[in-house]
């Protein structure tokens, strides 16, 4: 047995994460073992205790330590809009802009007929419950812009269609973008989606 065989095995399990490569694994895992004190204990207890913790609301779907997230159970909340995003992630992305005031619905993912994902296996049924039990006047379709994204945001705007106000994101030309670096189709929904001055 290898003297340093706990440490390669956590240094594999790191570099599984998003972003960390084996490189960025084995450096993190040293600079934890180095401040040991000061990090990597209050670090350990730390995730022991949302890995028991933590769990999906049941409303919206998205990740907190009770069954119905602070978003789903604020008054200032209940203003009839719900953002529709694929995942939790994105929604912490729209939180962290601060801009919308309203609750959320994380499907779960995008509609991929090659994937075999329908709408069961997203959260679209419970959505469409929510509108009808919510008194929601408008669904705000914030998905990303790729053929599932756009594919997933046509399907739900079918179900919904004359029920209620549809909306989605705008598209195009992102701040302190320059066209030399966006793709076509970037430029073809900016180009096509102008608005006068």
Known sequence: MSSTEDIDALIEMMAKLPGLGPRSARRAVLHLIRKRALLFTPLADMMQTVAETAQECLNCGNIGTTDICDICTSNERANGEICVVEDVADLWAMERANVFK??????????????????????IPRLIHRVKSE?????????????????????????????????TLAQGVPIGGELDYLDDGTITTALNARKEI
């Open 102 to 123: 309203g609750r959320y619905h994380v499907l779960g993912g995008t509609l991929s007929a090659l994937d075999a994902i329908g709408p069961d296996e997203l959260s």
């Open 135 to 167: 008194g929601i006047t408008e669904i705000i379709l914030a998905l990303n812009a790729t053929i599932e994204g756009q594919t997933t945001a046509h399907y739900i705007a079918d179900q919904l269609e004359g029920q209620l106000r549809l909306t």
